[in-house]
């Protein structure tokens, strides 16, 4: 039936002049034209395709028959396999390209992983075929194309480890491969437009406007390619090296990406360094931040930096330090956000960084840098609340190689500045404890400096000695701030002499007494006077077994938890009453410290401290 | 000024019935701004009276007397009597890093081709530039010079802005001593190369004496 239909209309728009076929007839070319193919006839459509006769039919209404045809293709197993696979390739060379491209855009569309696979693998080859038809007129539509194929390749999961990658059940993989494949003409012909028109530059010719304008065309989409898939996948997988992975079609992908951007233009260091570079704007059609969107400039970078890609046109001339200046933006960029692969890449790329640079070397201007202070903050970020073990951990390690590195003057200015903003009391805790081993360097012989010795020191001192709430301060919630500087203090009461007083803390001490052991000493007082009570009550309850409404009441995922038991309850105080024996047991042995040193240096003089 | 009179005498300065305050509080009212300077006396009296031994200040006083060195008897003596504590303020002030003369320059230049020598590049201004890096050794680890002469065409020079950190030390302040067409051998010093460090993962190891042959090609 659906046979007959369309030799039908075939033979009446042989006798037709091109282009006035009636849209009547298009519809029942292709209503009868896709039922023939779906209904197994694909070699009589052959023939009616192939026939000279037909040439101009086909060519305006041929591109219809696409989805039926494509559908026969993936099934890959169907006897009419072979017809169905001429007529596509006949429809290909014959149809009006625009047309085609629109038709076999469609057929991308999926919302199943594996169809979105399988159909890019069989259509990049004839998108490509498509595109080269169109000559210089190209630009345009593949622009689209790379648009549309990147949307579909969005929707496939990303291998988490590399034993996914390896398997690639999703097909990312290979789609990354064919996708780099398809694009390998354009990129070359970007190439060579590119080389030309240095030829002509360097004699001094124009070449023609609209040459140029075409160009610049072809170079502005593939560069919108190459940004979008830094962006995605790129960014969001983990790129293995050689050594763990020798076979990666993701980093494979990754380094032709980098050799795209080559092909259009655009200098590995200019891209890097772009943020710190005042470019000139470049008249075109992106906007500057759509031209070079921070996301994927960042992820350049780590390919660059951590991964080694394209090291060998990387110059290996630029100073450490501004590698690291201009680094800064991007790993604020990559810790800003709460994706465990951005996380990882943003301390990657800070730790590569950081080691270059010699320890002790940075000056404290940099500190001026925005982004010197706002990384910080970011990775605190990372280290107390990011819910991964590891990246907590690697946060820590590259915190403290990033202290390492700052020059004495800068160290000191950190310090203040951490513990002004961190408001956390383990991060102020170690920051303390940082500055303890700073002064302990600058007591050696030798290592004096004005900051962590002297009068510069005072003042970074009383920022430690420092109880936020007075004598109310919840001193288990800033345990590790309170220890830390009680061990600072005691520290300093042994090492530095009386008669020395190399680090003021004598001078001082009589203040630091007031403000912060006097309250410290209320404050544990009253807190173990309440923590006893509170003892004491929950024996005498757990005694009774009164049942007691409590006024809160927890829920995870919906579940209520269930009220913490007597025992755990008294468990829990009975910890806090410990930490603050502990808290006292510092103090006490200070204070017995300060008498000792200040009884042999001053007969007569009355005690200085009682609890 | 007339001389003050002894208060006390030896004995009763070293009985622990006389309070270190006290000799302290004599001898800042008393003795001469150089004195007290010299002798660590300056400050807060509570202060003092924690750094300094009671047999410091006796011997402060017994000298104090045998100098003569009382309050006026200083050449310049404007100075406030009362010595306020020193200030310190929440902020340190700007210690600006002096500009050390580190002594020679760690590279050396030897002229392969003349410039023009009347284009010599300022700091801040763009310079491009083909270059050849290798070591010691003769491993070559960088260059931006195509192999076939053809291919120069379709690369570019390197470009980047002199005088201002961005490339190692060596290079800023070579460059500096080029002007426009002229080829140079640089032979740099690890310490205004890469340093102790090197450049992990590459071929450029610690302590690495760095050989360049560039052109600078343009000056803007």
């Known amino acids: 039936m659906a046979l007959e239909q369309l030799s039908d209309v075939v033979q009446r728009c042989q006798a037709l002049p091109d282009d006035s076929y009636s849209s009547e007839d298009h519809d029942v070319f292709t209503v009868a034209g896709r039922s023939c193919i779906e209904e197994g006839h694909s070699p009589q459509v052959l023939s009616i395709v192939l026939d000279e006769k037909n040439q101009s039919v086909v060519r305006s209404m041929g591109w219809n028959l696409l989805p039926p045809l494509v559908q026969v293709l993936l099934r890959k197993d169907d006897k009419h396999l072979p017809q169905c696979l001429a007529i596509f390739n006949h429809l290909l060379e ?242 800003s956000r709460t994706e465990t692969s951005r996380l990882q890449k943003g301390l990657e790329l800070y730790e590569k960084s950081l080691v270059r640079v010699e320890d002790g070397s940075l000056p404290a201007d940099l500190l001026e840098i925005k982004t010197f202070l706002t990384v910080p903050q970011n990775l605190v970020k990372v280290m107390t609340i990011c819910p991964k073990h590891d990246l907590r951990t690697k946060g820590l390690k590259v915190f403290q190689l990033s202290i390492d590195k700052f020059n004495t003057e800068a160290k000191y200015r950190f310090f203040q500045y951490m513990l002004r903003t961190s408001s956390h009391s383990g991060v102020e805790g170690y920051i303390i404890k940082n500055i303890k081993n700073q002064i302990d360097a600058a007591l050696q012989p030798g290592n004096g400096n004005i900051w962590f010795e002297g009068v510069h020191l005072l003042p970074l001192l009383r920022k430690v000695f420092s109880l936020p709430d007075g004598p109310e301060t919840d001193l288990l919630q800033y345990l590790d701030r309170v220890m830390e500087s009680l061990n600072l203090l005691r520290y300093l009461v042994i090492r530095d002499k009386i008669t020395e007083n190399q680090t003021g803390v004598w001078t001082e001490l009589y203040k630091i007494e007031d403000t912060f052991m006097k309250p410290l000493r209320v404050g544990v007082n009253m807190s173990r006077a309440h923590y006893e009570r509170e003892l004491q009550d929950t024996r005498e309850k757990k005694k009774k077994n009164t049942k007691e409404d409590s006024v809160l009441s927890v829920s995870v995922g919906g579940e209520k938890l269930p009220k913490m038991t007597s025992e755990s309850q008294i468990q829990a105080l009975h910890s806090a009453l410990h930490t603050f024996d502990m808290i006292e047991s510092v103090l006490v042995r200070i204070e017995e410290l300060v008498e000792v040193k200040d009884g042999l240096e001053t007969a007569g003089e009355p005690q200085l401290l009682r609890a | 000024m007339a001389e003050p009179a002894r208060e006390w005498s030896d004995e009763q300065l070293k009985s622990d019935d006389l309070p270190k305050k006290d000799v302290i509080k004599f001898l800042q009212d008393n003795a001469a701004h150089s004195f007290l300077n010299e002798h660590k006396l300056l400050g807060n009296i509570k202060n003092v009276a924690k750094t300094a031994k009671k047999e410091q200040l006796v011997i402060a006083y017994n000298q104090l007397f045998q100098s003569k060195r009382f309050k006026g008897t200083d050449p310049v003596e404007d100075v406030t009597e009362q010595v306020k504590a020193v200030k310190v303020e929440e902020k340190p002030k700007e210690v600006k890093a002096e500009v050390v003369d580190e002594g020679p320059p760690k590279y050396t230049k030897a002229v392969l081709k003349k410039g023009d020598k009347t284009n010599f590049p300022k700091k801040g201004d763009t310079v491009s530039c083909w270059y050849t890096g290798s070591l010691e050794d003769g491993t070559v680890f960088d260059t931006n010079i195509p192999a076939a002469a053809k291919k120069k065409k379709q690369t570019k020079p390197l470009s980047f802005k002199v005088g201002m950190g961005k490339v190692i030390r060596g290079w800023d302040e070579a460059l500096l001593t080029m002007s426009k067409g002229e080829t140079a051998r640089l032979e740099i010093e690890p310490e205004w190369a890469y340093g102790k460090k090197g450049v992990p993962d590459s071929k450029i190891p610690p302590n690495a004496k760095l050989i360049f042959e560039v052109e600078l090609v343009s000056v803007d």
């Not at chain 1, 047309?99 to 990049?124: N, P, V």
């Not at chain 1, 830094?230 to 050799?259: C, G, K, N, Y």
């Open chain 1, 94 to 335: 014959t149809c009006g390209p625009k047309e085609l491209l629109i038709g076999l855009l469609e057929l991308l569309e999926h919302d199943d992983a594996d169809r979105i696979a399988e159909s890019l693998h069989l259509l990049l080859n004839p998108l490509q075929k498509v595109l080269l038809r169109l000559g210089g007129r190209k630009a345009s539509s593949l622009g689209m194309t790379l648009s549309s194929v990147l949307d579909q390749l969005a929707k496939l999961p990303v291998p988490d480890t590399k034993e996914q990658e390896e398997d690639d059940v999703f097909s990312l993989g290979r789609c990354c491969a064919d996708l780099a494949r398809f694009v390998g003409p354009f990129a070359q012909e970007a190439r060579l437009n590119q080389s030309s028109a240095n030829q002509l530059r360097n004699s001094h010719k124009t070449a023609g406007e609209q040459e140029e304008g075409a160009e610049d065309e072809l170079r502005t989409e593939l560069l919108k390619f190459c940004m979008k898939t830094l962006s995605h996948p790129l960014l969001d997988v983990q790129i293995w090296d050689p050594d763990t992975l020798p076979l990666s079609p993701l980093r494979t992908f990754a380094a032709e990406i980098l050799d795209i951007l080559g092909a259009v233009g655009e200098s590995l260091p200019g891209l890097v360094f772009h943020p710190l570079l005042k470019k000139k704007e470049v008249p075109g059609f992106l906007e500057e931040e759509v031209r070079y969107p921070k996301n994927s400039l960042a992820c350049l970078a780590h390919l660059v930096f951590v991964h080694h890609l394209a090291a060998d046109t990387f110059p290996s001339v630029f100073s450490p330090v501004f590698c690291l200046r201009c680094n800064m933006e991007h790993i604020s960029i990559l810790l």
